[in-house]
């Protein structure tokens, strides 16, 4: 069963903010949410992730609603260069090996960013 | 930081040889590393799992005989594809998960992957 949702595909302009939705109402307390894309003919490049508190790097903001069940992955100012497949990813965090702290790949959103 | 290398980036074969791939976690230790495919316009699947110094963890439906994994120091991974043939032409995908030390994190970084062709 898929422990998230998320769009099919997505476009953005250049430059404007990226705001990739996901949903994952069946979430666990101790999951947390990851986010990580692939660009074409790539390995998948780990993002950010979050338990319940939004979280900011240099790549990307991650909200998360008070309920947990759903997220908002934002890329503030898009580029040619983020056009990539992101997955949205709910797991245990921690070192000890469980299926729950598998990371599962869905099917993601294809994020075209165009000129 | 945390920066996974595959090697090769591609390669091609001819149908009943073995291929090696090696997968390293260049800039800290991974005790459990993991091996993913991927074929074309499909999502990523988790063949199997790995930890330093133990017996690889095989997803169901993954041949342990035909993907053997070998995980034999805190930087290293090999999967070797046993007597490959056309149908295992794939995208092979490595992740290697921190372990402490620096980066305080479990997070998986991923490779670069490595494209076999099996004619």
């Known amino acids: 069963d898929a422990k998230t949702t998320q769009p099919t595909s997505m476009d953005c302009a250049e430059g404007r903010a990226a705001n990739l939705p996901c949903n994952h109402s069946t979430i666990s307390g101790n999951e947390y949410v990851y986010w990580y894309r692939q660009i074409h003919s790539q390995g998948p490049q780990y993002i950010i992730h979050?338990?319940?508190n939004n979280e900011t790097n240099e790549m990307a903001s991650l909200i998360i609603t008070e309920d947990r069940k759903s997220s908002t992955l934002i890329l503030p100012h898009a580029t040619l260069r983020d056009t990539a497949v992101y997955y949205c990813?709910?797991?245990?965090?921690?070192?000890?090996?469980?299926?729950?702290?598998?990371?599962?790949f869905g099917e993601g959103t294809q994020l075209t960013v165009n000129p | 930081g945390a920066v996974v290398s595959q090697h090769p980036s591609w390669v091609i074969c001819k149908s009943g040889t073995s291929v090696k791939i090696e997968c390293r976690s260049l800039?800290?230790?991974?005790?459990?590393m993991f091996w993913y495919r991927q074929f074309p316009k499909q999502s990523l699947m988790l063949m199997a799992t790995?930890?330093?110094?133990?017996?690889?963890?095989?997803e169901q439906g993954v041949e342990k005989d035909k993907f053997l994994i070998n995980h034999a120091s805190l930087t290293l991974s090999t999967l070797t594809v046993t007597s490959a043939h056309p149908e295992d032409s794939s995208f092979y995908i490595c992740?290697?998960?921190?372990?402490?030390?620096?980066?305080?994190?479990?997070?998986?970084?991923f490779g670069p992957g490595t494209r076999l062709t099996v004619l």
């Open positions: 790995s930890n330093e110094g133990s017996k690889a963890t095989y």
């Open positions: 990813i709910v797991r245990v965090a921690g070192w000890r090996e469980t299926s729950g702290s598998r990371l599962t």
């Open positions: 979050g338990l319940k």
């Open positions: 992740s290697a998960r921190t372990s402490g030390g620096i980066i305080v994190t479990d997070t998986q970084y």
């Open positions: 800039d800290f230790q991974a005790t459990t």
